[in-house]
C-alpha cells in the first residue's frame, strides 16, 4: 500500500470544491467552484480541466453537499482511497464552470456522433500507411481544444504522418494515446460473466496488479475461461479478496505440522482457509477435521517443507521469461502498464521482470498538432 502520510496537501478553506467524475477514462477530481447549493439529483457539470472543456457528473449528489462544500474534506477522500490501494491527489483537477444545460448535453451527443466518424476516418488512416495499431475508441474534448485517439499496439509506434494528417483534416490538435488490453476493456468493454457491468467501467479508478496466486489461494478454477475477464486477463475481482484470504491463510499451520488434538497427536494434511478447519492426521492413521481453535500446536514442520511452500508460492508468479508462454493461455499476469502511451520513435518493448502497477494517464504523452 502506498504510503501518503508524507505528504498531506490541504485546501484553501475559503473555497469551495466538488468531486467530479469526468473523461472518457472516468477520471475523479476535486474542482473549485463558488455554487451555494448543488441538487440532490444526479447532475452534469462543465469543468475545465488540463485537456480544455469538459462534462462531467458530480459524485455524492444524493448526500447534502454542505453550503456547497463537498462534505468531506481533502485528508478524508485521501484516506478512503488509500485504504483502497488507490493513489488519490487532493489537489484540484480544475474549475467548475457551469451546470451543464440543455444545449450543453446535445453538444456532447453531437460531439459522441463526430467522434464515431472521425474513428472512422483515423482507421482508413491505419490501414493506408499499413501501421501496427487497432483504434479503440476517440475522445473528443467538449471545448474542441482536442481530439484524443485511444489505439492499441504490441510494440511502440511511430505514428508522426497519422498526426499530421489527422491535425491537417480537423484542424485540431491530436493526441495519440497506446493504451493496454485492461485499458481497452474499460473503454469499450460491456456485461461480465457474473452478469453485472465490467468493475473497470463502473468504479475501478486504478487497475492493479493480479495473479495466479490469488485464484489458487482462493481455490478459483484455473480454466481461463472463467477466471479471465473481458479484457483476456485475469479478473480484477480476484484481487478483492486476497488480503481477507491471506490473512486468514497466516492463522493456520502448515502441512505436516504436529499438532494435539482432542483425539490425540498427528500432523497437518489439509486446511480450509475460509472455514479455518485443519484436517489431521493422526499417528493411528485415522483422519479427523478439527477447528483451528481446538488444536495445538506441538512442533513446526520440517524446514524442507517450508522451503518447498515458499518455492511454490514464488512459482505462481510468472517471471520475464515464463509471462509469455502464460500470455497466450489467456491467463497471463495483469501486470503491465495500461496506459502507455506511444512513442514516436519505434522501439521494442520489453517484459518487465517484476510486477509493475499502471503508471498515471498523463506520463510519456506524445501529441502532434498542427
Excluded: W
Excluded at 162 to 180: C, F, P, T
Excluded at 305 to 322: C, F, G, R, V
Excluded at 342 to 368: A, C, L
Amino acid at each position: 500500500m502506498t504510503d501518503l502520510t508524507a505528504i498531506k496537501p490541504k485546501q484553501d478553506k475559503n473555497k469551495k470544491y466538488m468531486l467530479v467524475r469526468y473523461g472518457l477514462m472516468n477520471n475523479l477530481g476535486l474542482f473549485e467552484h463558488n455554487e451555494t447549493n448543488i441538487p440532490r439529483l444526479p447532475s452534469q457539470v462543465v469543468v475545465k480541466t488540463e485537456k480544455g472543456l469538459e462534462l462531467g457528473s458530480v459524485v455524492g449528489s444524493l448526500c447534502p453537499y454542505k453550503t456547497g462544500q463537498f462534505k468531506l474534506d481533502s485528508e478524508q477522500i485521501q484516506k478512503y482511497f488509500q485504504t483502497s490501494e488507490i493513489t488519490f491527489s487532493p489537489e484540484p483537477s480544475g474549475k467548475f464552470i457551469r451546470f451543464a444545460t440543455n444545449e450543453d448535453i446535445g453538444e456532447e451527443k453531437h460531439l459522441e456522433k463526430i467522434a464515431k466518424e472521425e474513428m472512422a476516418h483515423c482507421k482508413k488512416l491505419v490501414a493506408e500507411t499499413k501501421l501496427p495499431m487497432k483504434i479503440v475508441n476517440v475522445e473528443h474534448i467538449f471545448g474542441g481544444e482536442r481530439i484524443i485517439f485511444y489505439f492499441t499496439a504490441e510494440s511502440r509506434v511511430d505514428f508522426r504522418e497519422l498526426v499530421k494528417k489527422l491535425a491537417h483534416e480537423y484542424q485540431s490538435r491530436i493526441e495519440m494515446r497506446q493504451i493496454g488490453p485492461r485499458d481497452e476493456a474499460k473503454i469499450i468493454g460491456d456485461i461480465e460473466s457474473c452478469g453485472q457491468e465490467c468493475c473497470c467501467i463502473r468504479f475501478l479508478k486504478e487497475l492493479k496488479p493480479v495473479n495466479m496466486r490469488m485464484a489458487k489461494m482462493q481455490k478459483a478454477t484455473l480454466d481461463p475461461s472463467k477466471i479471465s475477464g473481458y479484457c483476456g486477463r485475469l479478473k480484477c475481482c480476484l484481487r478483492y479478496e486476497d488480503e481477507t484470504y491471506t490473512e486468514l491463510k497466516k492463522r493456520l499451520p502448515r502441512k505436516k505440522t504436529i499438532v494435539k488434538t482432542q483425539f490425540g497427536t498427528g500432523k497437518v494434511a489439509d486446511a480450509q482457509i475460509l472455514t479455518q478447519l485443519v484436517m489431521v492426521e493422526l499417528d493411528s492413521s485415522q483422519v479427523v477435521v478439527v477447528p483451528l481453535n481446538e488444536l495445538e500446536i506441538v512442533a513446526p514442520p520440517p524446514a524442507s517443507e517450508t522451503k518447498e511452500d515458499e518455492l511454490e508460492i514464488q512459482a505462481d508468479i510468472p517471471d520475464s521469461q515464463n509471462s509469455k508462454k502464460i500470455e497466450a493461455k489467456d491467463i497471463r499476469e495483469t501486470t503491465a502498464p495500461e496506459n502507455e502511451v506511444g512513442h514516436i520513435e519505434p522501439q521494442t518493448e520489453q517484459v518487465p521482470d517484476t510486477p509493475q502497477d499502471n503508471p498515471p494517464d498523463d506520463e510519456n504523452k506524445n501529441e502532434g498538432s498542427e
